[in-house]
């Protein structure tokens, strides 16, 4: 059964650093997404992808952060500078339609 | 606008039933159930569509009421494998069909 994928499973990073964190979706998903869930919270949207550009994002989706889709495969995150509370673990999720798959996820680690 | 799940936690014999349900204030374009264990990405369970939509099968199902603003999540004769999160997502009429709203989470646990 397909499933998303996502690299790397942990990151420890120090504070101000630069981290991107990959994703392959379902091969013939359309739609991609980010979202974030800090130890112990609920599952926050951070940002939808489709046709090569932002559908829509959260007010956490700051400047910081940037997503691209550099080939037909990989889907990633970026984080430019990042903070002590960007320490969260990440989820990629993608769609056909409707129905959202999510990845195992990154647990980031900023120090 | 972030549905309301309730209740927040729950604790259940093996072979009793639960109910979560979830609420919005406003209707909905649709709702997604999903399960999580600790420390794993949240498992797809069920969407649900259409206003007096149920659909599942007898152990694990859901409920949409008419007015699309509450759903209820059915767990029937519960097994130690349904232990976990489980969170309500949703979907408005706002927006771009894209971003789930996840509600706070149930904590269900299952014990011999």
């Known amino acids: 059964e397909p499933e998303v994928t996502q690299t790397p499973s942990h990151q420890v990073t120090q504070m101000g650093q630069e981290v991107i964190l990959r994703c392959v979706p379902i091969?013939?998903?359309?739609?991609f997404y980010w979202y974030r869930q800090i130890l112990g919270q609920k599952v926050e949207f951070l940002v939808s992808?489709?046709?090569?550009?932002?559908?829509?994002k959260s007010e956490i989706f700051d400047d910081q952060f940037s997503v691209e889709r550099p080939d037909g495969s990989n889907f990633t995150l970026k984080i430019r500078s990042t903070k002590l509370e960007d320490s969260a673990m990440y989820f990629c999720a993608s769609s056909e339609q409707e129905t959202q798959y999510f990845g195992p996820g990154t647990r980031l680690l900023v120090l | 606008q972030q549905p309301v799940q309730s209740p927040q936690a729950v604790i259940l014999r093996e072979g009793e039933d639960a109910v979560i349900n979830c609420s919005s204030s406003k209707a909905l374009y649709s709702v997604h159930w999903y399960r999580q264990k600790h420390g794993e990405a949240p498992v797809f369970l069920m969407i649900?569509?259409?206003?007096?939509e149920q659909k599942g099968h007898e152990k694990i199902s859901a409920s949409f009421n008419e007015k699309k603003q509450q759903s209820s999540l059915y767990l029937t004769a519960s097994q130690l494998s349904y232990s976990g999160t489980y969170f309500c997502?949703?979907?408005?009429?706002?927006?771009?069909?894209?971003?789930?709203?996840f509600g706070t989470g149930t904590r269900l646990q299952v014990t011999l």
């Open positions: 997502g949703t979907i408005g009429f706002t927006g771009t069909a894209s971003k789930l709203t």
């Open positions: 992808f489709y046709n090569n550009e932002i559908s829509e």
């Open positions: 091969s013939n998903h359309l739609y």
């Open positions: 649900l569509l259409k206003g007096g």
